[in-house]
Nanobody, 124 residues
Framework: QVQLVESGGGLVQAGDSLRLSCAAS????????MGWFRQAPGKAREFVAT????????YYADSVKGRFTISRDNAKNTVYLQMNSLRPEDTAVYYC?????????????????WGQGTQVTVSA
């Protein structure tokens, strides 16, 4: 089992940057595909970014491509989401998730473990 704890959220202005971190427990972190999702009030949870087990493969939602970067440090059991050029529409609770599937996935149901979420608020 994996426990995930996100951090790094906050209140920023449009155009600012934030880096989210997600620390995982256990010694098998490198076996999991990792993903970031977000959920805005009144909306469904949506895919943001995912990274392969080695970190060599990444995939992004069109809405964040070119602005967000997902990365991982398997030695530190941590996955990151660097968010640049933030927009008000990026406001949401951001969740990291771990998946036991072999390839990167954008589907929430493919993820087995979830963190508690961290709030990101971007003011205009």
């Amino acid at each position: 089992q994996v426990q995930l704890v996100e951090s790094g959220g906050g209140l920023v202005q449009a155009g600012d940057s934030l880096r989210l971190s997600c620390a995982a427990s256990g010694r098998t972190f490198s076996r999991y595909v990792m993903g970031w999702f977000r959920q805005a009030p009144g909306k469904a949870r949506e895919f943001v970014a995912t990274i392969s087990r080695s970190g060599g493969g990444t995939y992004y939602a069109d809405s964040v491509k070119g602005r967000f970067t997902i990365s991982r440090d398997n030695a530190k059991n941590t996955v990151y989401l660097q968010m640049n050029s933030l927009r008000p529409e990026d406001t949401a609770v951001y969740y990291c998730a771990a998946s036991q599937v072999l390839v990167v996935s954008t589907t929430p149901t493919n993820y087995d473990y979830w963190g508690q979420g961290t709030q990101v608020t971007v003011s205009a």
